[in-house]
């Protein structure tokens, strides 16, 4: 195919690096020597430092405002351009002074590619190691990483070696590999455009061939269709849904599905004005479709194909970087924007600090301004979402907090189900019947109203030995009463259900509801099963109603772990069991439980008396 | 995609979030090929309406051909049109220099008509490569109630997510052609015939770049007749677009003092 230059497509860069090292020198230099300066611009920028009594600076012709050259320091992403032989540029000068990283993240998160300087002088500084590492949270995958001032170190071979391999495998701590490490002289020229006589050990790339090495990013076309939805117009005759497409395609005819409400219908057309009738569109395009029914939908929900769905949750793992002027607290509240669905969520964990110094990990119940870290997040709303490896468009998300954006953060679903299959259509065209015999007689005829004990707690916590103590003692008494585990329920009920996330998460739904027509039908369940997931167990209180009671089996890990009757834990740690409970995936312990039961305080005796008493109280017929 | 379209595409994506999330919404009108493209845009991004009123701050200092460009325009694209006016001079800060006085009346005007009809925003065709301090604004940039731009502090604005709510007293200018060049906006209308005043082409070997008030804008040596030539022109030229326009060059930071004051 002939590369027609004039059309190739524009590469967005991001210059990044630690205060001083010489992004600015850099930007002034690659457009004049690019040939783009505004005619007239040099000289004048130059006559200019003249008449203030001051060294002509590279950096004036990156800031030639008055703010910035009074403060001295670059505050904002500007948009440079400028061409090579190979294609056109925009460069986005970002700061690296550390109050504005915001605006380093404003113009880094829409980079195609980034370079980063270091100060060969000073060697690799706090600000180098912060961009790098935010770079790579916010997806910038090419990075190539300039050691400058060459100059200043009298252009040693020794020097830029230590440099670049203690960057590089800063880098590689990151999953980051740079294409590739540069000695220039920003100021002197060197390596910019030409190899310079300077340096003859380097035969690598220069500054400029560098940039041309890099490629423009391919849209996701092959990528799941994605189109958050904006908006639904009305202008005329049709009901047209809008949004961009973020990834794949789409095509007139094709079966769609809105998540998370669920609802399917086909595209009737897709619309456009001024622009004749398409029949498919891609990734990267703003369109328009009518459906082939009038289902209502709404902003915030996310178009795709039925077969290939987002995954659906209302709590996930994040990595994320802080911007807010306070820290980021755990059970804080701040609005999620992901897409275009906004609703308020919850900082349920913080799982660890990074100190981006040497990506070691802390515990810690902040983050504060300009770190970042990894977090539990709980919405209020079920979302739409994907891995943030799968998707990115529709795996990363904003917080904000009073009006302002203050943090953003990347999907991570380890140890989460989707809980897309678990959004139970209650189909709307079955009335219930009404039962002839009802509640009250039952409870008349048993002597005790039905209900569910739903026991959760972690392995090994005593779930299943007070569940069946507590049966025997019931029966005795002369209670209808059964224990639903994960013998009798795997065995035939869910024995087509495996142990991962989603799994676990459909046999705990399936239980709810048996346990809830047991209850319905004036039995006493208990349920025994870890259910560690609080979305589960809600789901399973809707199924009962007033008749669900959580008890909270409670045991500290490290008792269960002591105590380890199947040595179940001794093989999870080794890695043999994967995503087991409380070791490789989360247990969320219940805010409000009827009842608690402390196994690892009390002894085996009390506890059952506990239960016992819990019983009489609140199952026992009065009347 | 070609590069129009993306432009394009990022565009109405902006125009829309702006429509879906600000209650009070705007278009400001200044007849020339900026704010043309961007009300192309919005009847591209909502499919041949547009469905919030566009306005026109008037100066009565416009050339003349600019108002039968409006008057035309308003009626054959079916606008919800409003026309406001400008105070006059005597109204204006006096130690700024005189064209800049004559750009702040309309920073008078604009503020004006903002409290009159109570917008919480306001669409502007601005770009960034307009000026050097326009490369700083945001897509969605807040205003506080006296129409200050703080511009050492503004909203982060990453991964297509812009600052769309906003505590009470603030309006937010919204740029959907911000990430466009002058060159763009040619090939763009050329592209899709938009109707453009035809000041902008050589006449006696002079033509308009770009249109101001009739006292503080002159027009630049120009063989460029027609759209081809104007884009053969520009494809070449590196003098900046604004050169035409008295007041950026009478204090370095006046530009600056107007923006920070609610000028665009
Ligand atoms: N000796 C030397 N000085 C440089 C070089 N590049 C930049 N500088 C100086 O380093 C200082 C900071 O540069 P600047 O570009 O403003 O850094 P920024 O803060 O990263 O934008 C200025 O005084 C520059 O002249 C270089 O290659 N060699």
Same mark, same amino acid.
């Given at each position: ?67 910035? +050259? ?168 049709? +009901? ?265 998460? @459909? ?42 009671? @959580? ?73 | ?17 702006? %429509? ?31 469905? %919030? ?94 129409? !200050?731009?703080?511009?050492?502090? !503004? ?5 297509? !997510?812009?600052?769309?709510? %906003? ?87 006046? %530009? ?9």
């Amino acid at each position: 195919m002939r590369q027609d230059k004039q059309d190739a497509r524009q590469l967005k860069i991001v210059i990044v690096g630690h205060v001083d090292h010489g992004k600015s020198t850099l930007v002034g230099r690659l457009i004049h020597e690019t040939g783009a300066l505004p005619e007239g611009r040099f000289e004048a920028i130059k006559a200019q430092s003249e008449r203030r009594g001051m060294p002509f600076e590279w950096a004036f012709l990156m800031d030639a405002i008055q703010a910035e +050259r009074d403060q001295g320091i670059t505050i904002d992403t500007t948009q440079i351009r400028f061409r090579t032989e190979r294609r056109p540029y925009v460069i986005i000068d970002a700061p690296g002074h550390k109050e504005f990283l915001k605006n380093m993240v404003t113009g880094a998160a829409s980079a195609e590619a980034a370079l980063l300087l270091i100060d060969a002088h000073e060697g690799v500084q706090e600000q180098s190691r912060r961009h790098g590492y935010l770079l790579s949270l916010l997806g910038v995958r090419q990075v190539a990483v300039l050691v400058n001032k060459m100059d200043l170190v009298g252009y040693s071979a020794d020097r830029f070696g230590q440099v670049a391999e203690e960057y590089r495998a800063y880098l590689k701590g990151l999953g980051v590999e740079p294409s590739c490490i540069i000695p220039i002289s920003a100021r002197e020229g060197d390596n910019m455009t030409a190899h310079s006589g300077r340096m003859p050990w380097y035969q690598g790339p220069t500054a400029l061939q560098a940039l041309d090495g890099f490629e423009t990013l391919p849209r996701p076309f092959e990528r799941p269709l994605r189109m958050p939805v904006q908006d639904v117009y009305k202008f005329d005759q049709r +009901r047209i849904i809008a949004g961009r497409i973020e990834s794949g395609s789409l095509e007139v005819g094709q079966e769609v599905i809105f998540s998370p409400s669920n609802k399917t219908a086909r595209i009737r057309s897709i619309e456009a004005w001024q622009a004749g009738t398409p029949e498919t569109v891609r990734a990267g395009q703003s369109v328009g479709v009518t459906l082939d029914e009038q289902i209502f939908v709404e902003r915030g929900e996310v178009m795709s194909h039925v077969a290939d769905a987002p995954q659906e949750t209302n709590v996930f793992k994040a990595r994320l970087f802080w911007l807010g002027r306070n820290a980021l607290e755990q059970g804080a509240r701040y609005t999620l924007k992901l897409g275009t669905l906004e609703t308020e969520v919850t900082v349920e964990a913080i799982e660890r600090v990074i100190d981006t110094d040497d990506l070691s990990a802390k515990a810690a119940t902040r983050i504060e301004r300009n770190g970042a870290g990894e977090v539990v997040l709980r919405t209020r709303r079920l979302l739409a979402l994907d891995e943030h490896e799968e998707n990115p468009a529709t795996g990363r998300f904003v917080l904000v907090e009073n009006h302002m954006p203050v943090g953003g953060g990347i999907v991570s679903m380890e140890g989460y189900p989707d809980q897309r299959h678990l959004v139970t259509v209650r189909s709307t065209n079955i009335t219930a019947v009404g039962h002839a015999v009802t509640r009250e007689a039952r409870t008349a005829r048993n002597g005790h109203k039905g209900g569910v004990l739903w026991f959760t707690g972690l392995s090994g916590a005593g779930k299943s030995t007070l569940a069946l103590a507590l049966e025997r003692e019931l029966f005795a008494k002369g209670y209808l009463v059964y224990v639903l585990d994960g013998d009798n329920v795997r065995g035939g009920l869910n024995k087509d259900l495996g142990f991962g996330p989603e799994a676990r998460a @459909e046999n705990i739904r399936r239980i709810g509801e048996v346990a809830a027509l047991f209850a319905d039908a004036g039995f006493l369940v208990i349920s025994s099963f870890i259910s560690p997931y609080r979305a589960d167990r809600e789901r399973a209180k809707e199924a009962a109603g007033a008749a669900f009671h @959580e008890i909270y089996v409670k045991a500290s890990l490290e008792a269960c772990e002591d105590r380890d009757p199947k040595g179940l834990y001794r093989r999870a740690r080794q890695g043999e069991i994967a995503e087991f409970t409380g070791i490789s995936s989360p247990y969320e312990p219940p805010e409000a439980a009827e009842l608690v039961v402390p196994t690892d305080e009390l002894p085996v005796e009390e506890c059952l008396g506990m239960l016992m008493r819990y019983v009489g109280e609140r199952f026992q017929n009065t009347r | 995609m070609d590069h129009l379209d993306e432009l394009e595409a990022e565009s109405i994506f902006i125009l829309r979030e702006a %429509f879906a999330k600000l209650d009070k919404l705007a278009i400001l009108w200044s007849l020339g090929k900026d704010s043309n493209v961007v009300l192309w845009l919005c009847r591209k991004a909502f499919f041949g309406h547009v469905p %919030f009123p566009v306005m026109h701050v008037d100066t009565e200092r416009k050339f003349p051909e600019m108002y039968a460009f409006r008057d035309r325009y308003a009626k054959e694209w079916n606008l919800n049109f409003i026309r406001e006016l400008c105070p006059p001079i005597e109204a204006t800060d006096p130690t700024l220099p005189p064209a800049g006085r004559s750009a702040a009346r309309k920073t008078l005007g604009l503020r004006a008509a903002i409290e009159k009809h109570g917008f919480e925003g306001l669409i502007l065709g601005i770009r960034r490569d307009e000026e050097a301090i326009r490369a700083k604004e945001r897509y969605f940039s807040p205003r506080d109630e006296t129409g !200050q731009w703080n511009l050492k502090d !503004q909203p982060p604005e990453f991964w297509n !997510q812009y600052m769309t709510s %906003f505590p009470e007293g603030t309006h937010v200018r919204v740029h959907p052609i911000l990430h466009w060049t002058e060159l763009d906006i040619w090939k763009y209308t050329k592209r899709e015939n938009i109707p453009l005043i035809d000041l902008y082409f050589s006449k006696n070997g002079k033509r308009y770049r770009s249109l101001g008030d009739k006292d503080i804008t002159s027009p630049i040596e120009s063989e460029a007749a027609d759209i081809d030539a104007v884009i053969a022109e520009l494809e070449t030229t590196r003098t900046p677009e604004r050169a035409g326009r008295a007041m950026d060059h009478e204090a370095e930071d006046s %530009f600056e003092r107007l923006r920070a004051a609610g000028y665009m």
